[in-house]
């Protein structure tokens, strides 16, 4: 069965079993339906892992730790989305993305990548549509990205590149599918992006905690390829506890750790191997 087809199949079947009525069309999110009050200063990592069908093993392993907080940047009130990724090579990206209290709409970022085929940094100024890319980029690439810097200045979007912490904020209470403005540096423009609360889940974590979550999916604005993510977030924390997604033929999972992986004692630097 096509991916596709298969997973608008799980989602009528969940919704089904759960009583969510889908609204006949999606509801544009707008800042004002945000729930701005459930953010707060915190610091989570999660498991990034690449694998194929149960028991095939891991592809690719990961720590994204992030870091949120609220602080004072230019003399305006705002919140600070920290990154840190890595493996098992080292730092493979980074970023400091600065969101406006008020809306959450961005007032910078700055975010390096370390992949096989590119090694860069890139700062915007989205106000201005203005941006910079520093290191070894494919032509296509830098092209593609320096043409989506001034579409970031045509009104309010959301940053698709803090979703892990800015996605449990949408009024997944009113159920049926929510259509979301987005816009992450190397698209060429912002986009409407479909999230549709599918079902309820209950997660029971390992110290036996029980977590009612909503079940959201999305076809990441790219219905029929193929493409999907679902993330279990937390009703009460507004968290997101869960995501499982495939994309160009890939399967990924992100994993809430119950904990941060912050080394609190590190070794010296003439002490590592």
Same mark, same amino acid.
């Given at each position: ?18 009583? #969510? ?40 392993? /990961?720590?994204? %730790?992030?870091?949120?907080? =609220? ?34 709409? %961005? ?9 096989? %085929? ?22 296509? /690439? =830098? $092209?593609?990205?320096?043409?989506? #810097?001034?579409? /970031?200045?045509?009104? @309010?979007? /959301?940053? @698709? ?47 036996? %905690? ?18 999907? $993510?679902?993330? @279990? ?13 495939? #994309?160009?033929?890939?399967? =990924? ?21």
């Amino acid at each position: 069965m096509h991916l596709a087809r298969l997973s608008l199949s799980v989602a009528l079947t969940l919704a089904a079993a759960s009583g #969510f009525a889908h609204a006949a069309e999606p509801v544009q999110v707008a800042p004002s339906d945000l729930h701005l009050e459930a953010l707060r200063p915190t610091t989570q990592t999660y498991v990034v892992y690449f694998h194929g069908a149960p028991d095939t093993g891991f592809k690719r392993t /990961m720590l994204a %730790t992030t870091q949120v907080a =609220r602080e004072r940047v230019d003399g305006a009130d705002a919140w600070v989305i920290t990154q840190h990724w890595e493996d098992e090579t080292g730092v493979v990206h980074t970023a400091r993305t600065v969101h406006s209290a008020r809306d959450l709409a %961005t007032l910078a970022q700055t975010s390096s990548w370390k992949r096989p %085929t590119a090694e860069y940094t890139t700062t915007v100024d989205p106000k201005k549509g203005r941006g910079t890319i520093e290191g070894n980029v494919p032509d296509a /690439m =830098r $092209q593609k990205m320096e043409a989506g #810097f001034p579409s /970031m200045k045509d009104g @309010w979007w /959301m940053n @698709w590149h803090s979703d892990l912490t800015l996605l449990p904020l949408l009024p997944y209470e009113k159920g049926g599918t929510l259509r979301v403005h987005l816009f992450d540096v190397g698209m060429e423009a912002p986009m409407d992006v479909d999230y549709t609360v599918v079902g309820e889940r209950k997660l029971v974590g390992g110290d036996g %905690t029980q977590h009612d979550t909503w079940l959201v999916e999305t076809e990441s604005g790219q219905p029929g390829k193929g493409n999907y $993510q679902r993330f @279990w977030i937390d009703k009460a924390s507004r968290v997101v506890l869960k995501e499982e997604d495939v #994309f160009n033929g890939m399967y =990924r999972s992100k994993v809430l750790l119950s904990v941060p992986a912050v080394v609190e004692f590190p070794l010296p630097a003439a002490a590592v191997p």
